[in-house]
C-alpha cells in the first residue's frame, strides 16, 4: 500500500506555520512553560522543517542538542501515519524524536525519553483573512431625451414626490495590515545585533530584581520599540563568575525574562521579545573584583532585522 513508513495513507497536511508552548520542568524542579514554534513542509507522508524549543538552557530532562540549538531550532523530518506524527532530528532519531497527534489546527505530543516529561501543544498558524475591496457603485444614469421640436402642455404636478434613494458610494479599500513578527519568520540569533537605543540593565548580586534606575531605562527601551512597532528584540541575561553553570544559566534567564515581563507590562508584544541565557560565559570583565562583578550582572538587548 501506498503512503507513509506505517502502511497508512496520510489523512491530514501540517504544512505551514505552527505555534505553541512546552511544558516542563527546570534544573530546580519548578514547573516550565516556554513558546514551541515549527514551520514544516509536507509532501505525502513524509516533511521536512524545523522545530524551536525556546528557553530551555535550564530545562530538566531536554535533549542536549535542542539546548545547543536555541533559537535557530532544529532541522527536523517527520513521517505521518493517520493522524499521528513523528518528528525526528534530521542526522538522527537518537538526538531527538516528538510524538504528536494532530486534531484539526491543534498538534499535541511529547518529548520521546525526556524525564522529567516534556509536553509541546501547537497550533496552526492562519494567514491573515486578506479583506475584499467594496464593489464600486452603479454610476449608469438613463440618457438625456432629445428635445421636443414644439413643447407640449407641462405635465400635472404629481401628488407627491417620490424620495430619492441616494446612491452608495464605494469605500475606499484599507491598506492591507503590516506584517507582525508572529507572522514573518523571526530572525536567528545571529540576526541580533547591539543597538545604542536599546540600553543594558544591571542587577545586585544573586537577584533578578529590576532596580529603580533601571526601571527607567526599561521605560526608555520600551518607548524607542514602541516607536519600531517591526522590530523584534532578544533580551540576554547574564551574571557575574560566582555559583555554579547551572546555576548561573537559571539566574540569567530569570534577569532576562524580569526584564521581558517589563517591556510587557509597558505595552510591547509578548511576540516580539525572546530571551535566553548565557550565565557566567560571556563576562564583560574578568577580574575577581565587585567592581568586576557589577559590569557582568546585566541584561543586554539587542535588535532583529524589520
Known amino acids: 500500500m501506498v ?28 514547573p516550565r512553560s516556554e513558546d514551541a514554534t515549527a514551520d514544516l513542509r509536507q509532501q505525502g507522508s513524509h516533511g521536512t522543517g524545523r522545530f524551536v ?6 530545562a ?42 494532530v486534531e484539526g489546527d491543534h498538534m499535541v505530543g511529547r518529548v520521546r525519553g525526556a524525564d522529567p516529561e516534556v509536553r509541546v501543544a501547537l497550533m496552526r498558524v492562519r494567514p491573515p483573512t486578506p479583506v475584499a475591496a467594496a464593489p464600486p457603485a452603479s454610476v449608469a444614469a438613463a440618457a438625456p431625451q432629445p428635445p421636443s421640436s414644439s413643447p407640449g402642455p407641462a405635465p400635472e404636478p404629481a401628488d407627491s414626490d417620490a424620495p430619492t434613494t441616494p446612491q452608495p458610494i464605494a469605500a475606499a479599500s484599507p491598506p492591507p495590515p503590516e506584517p ?11 540576526e541580533f545585533t547591539e543597538n545604542a537605543a536599546v540600553k543594558p540593565i544591571y542587577f545586585d548580586f544573586d537577584q533578578y530584581d529590576i532596580r529603580s534606575d533601571d526601571a527607567k531605562t526599561l521605560a526608555a527601551n520600551a518607548e524607542w520599540l514602541k516607536t519600531n512597532p517591526a522590530t523584534p528584540v532578544l533580551i540576554e541575561g547574564h551574571c557575574d563568575e560566582r555559583g555554579t553553570t547551572e546555576y548561573n544559566i537559571a ?25 535566553v541565557s548565557f550565565g557566567a560565559e560571556r563576562g564583560l570583565c574578568t577580574e575577581s573584583t565587585e567592581g568586576c562583578w557589577s559590569k557582568n550582572r546585566r541584561a543586554i538587548f539587542r535588535v532583529g532585522p524589520r
Open 3 to 30: 503512503g507513509s513508513v506505517f502502511g497508512r495513507r496520510p489523512v491530514i497536511d501540517i504544512s505551514g506555520k505552527w505555534s505553541g508552548t512546552w511544558r516542563g520542568y527546570d534544573v530546580m524542579g519548578l
Open 53 to 58: 524549543l525556546h528557553t530551555t538552557g535550564v
Open 180 to 190: 507582525t513578527v508572529s507572522e514573518a519568520a523571526r530572525p536567528g540569533p545571529n
Open 60 to 101: 530538566a530532562g531536554m535533549p542536549v542538542e535542542v539546548k545547543d540549538a536555541g533559537l535557530t531550532g532544529l532541522r527536523v523530518r517527520f513521517d505521518i501515519s493517520g493522524r499521528s506524527v513523528v518528528i525526528r532530528h534530521e542526522l538522527s532519531s537518537r538526538l531527538f524524536t516528538a510524538d504528536f497527534r
Open 251 to 275: 539566574l540569567g534567564e530569570r534577569r532576562a525574562r524580569a526584564a521581558r515581563n517589563y517591556l510587557i507590562s509597558s505595552g510591547i508584544a509578548a511576540e516580539r521579545i525572546s530571551i
